[in-house]
């Protein structure tokens, strides 16, 4: 991989993006792959760059990432969507597969890792984190979707059984150890905190995921403080962006595009005791130092 080469595209909203945003934060990737975030609230044209001056990514040049997409391939693209990669000097897309990219940071990218970084998926254990995120993706991470869409009651009723029985699993597994797998932070642990994060603030409500709250699951909600506390997490968090652009882009859920002024956020930062079940959150690594002052997110 060459250094400055490629555009790591995001939105502060997406959870997909957002793990991309802590990998890269976590292996000291900022300089190496440069970021470019864009405006949360999305128009028929895709994701955009409106938060740049004069609507158009600075590095790019492009006001929004279709044009990407249509200088790798030309034609009607359904779903343009982020984390994207697009390669600098022609423009063009490289990837949008976020199930990948945060694994490629992990390994294809090792040579411009920070020094220090950890090892967010090691090889001794990627059978058991591959079959961990499996689960999780299957019936946390796109469950929630699944339920939040539905459009007929036996499939939000089947999304839903999948989604707390999944929670409750994880919950339990968790009371007992700090992480997921092992004793450090994989990509399992990055993959689960971007739907916790979202939880409370969107998807209970929004999706109508509210057998729960996550402050109301003791476990979960400690984990999810846990990561959010530490270095690399919850400085990537945009709840702002976040819940703007769930309660205004999808106006058939919430036609009237009201945000709501809550939940009460301060709750990620209290206390929540979970270096008593021991672990190394940066195994043999250190933590990654504070983000760039262009990458800064207004703080709690």
């Known amino acids: 991989m060459e250094s400055g080469r490629y555009r790591l595209v995001v939105s502060r909203a997406c959870p997909w993006a957002g793990r991309s945003l802590v990998s890269r934060r976590l292996l000291g990737l900022e300089r190496a792959l440069p970021v470019a975030v864009a405006d949360p609230v999305q128009d028929e044209r895709s994701w955009r760059f409106t938060l740049d001056p004069d609507g158009r990514d600075p590095v790019l040049g492009i006001g929004f990432l279709y044009e990407a997409y249509e200088a790798r391939e030309p034609g009607p693209h359904d779903a343009v969507s982020v984390p994207a990669v697009v ?19 992990a390994t294809e990218w090792r040579a411009l890792h920070r020094d220090g970084a950890p090892d967010l998926y090691p090889e001794h254990l990627r059978d058991e984190i591959d079959a961990r995120m499996d689960g999780i993706y299957r019936d946390i991470n796109n469950g929630v979707y699944e339920a939040g869409f539905a459009t007929a009651q036996e499939a939000y009723d089947e999304a839903y059984g999948r989604l ?3 929670f409750d699993q994880v919950s339990e597994q968790l009371a007992g150890q700090r992480y997921l797998v092992g004793d450090t932070i994989t990509e399992a642990d990055i993959q689960l905190f971007t739907t916790l994060v979202r939880f409370d603030a969107v998807y209970h409500g929004h999706f109508k995921c509210n057998r729960n709250k996550l402050t109301e699951d003791s476990v979960l909600w400690a984990y999810a403080r846990d990561l959010f506390q530490t270095p690399g997490f919850g400085d990537t968090v945009d709840f702002d962006h976040i819940k703007r652009h769930y309660y205004q882009v999808h106006q058939h859920i919430n036609p009237t595009r009201i945000v709501p002024r809550g939940p009460d956020l301060r709750g990620w930062r209290t206390p929540h005791h979970r270096e008593e079940l021991g672990g190394r959150p940066f195994g043999d690594g250190t933590p990654p130092p504070p983000p760039p002052e262009d990458e800064v997110v207004v703080p709690l």
């Open 87 to 105: 390669d600098v000097p022609s423009g063009r897309l490289v990837t949008n597969d976020y199930q990948r990219i945060t694994l490629d940071l």
């Open 164 to 166: 707390f029985a999944r």
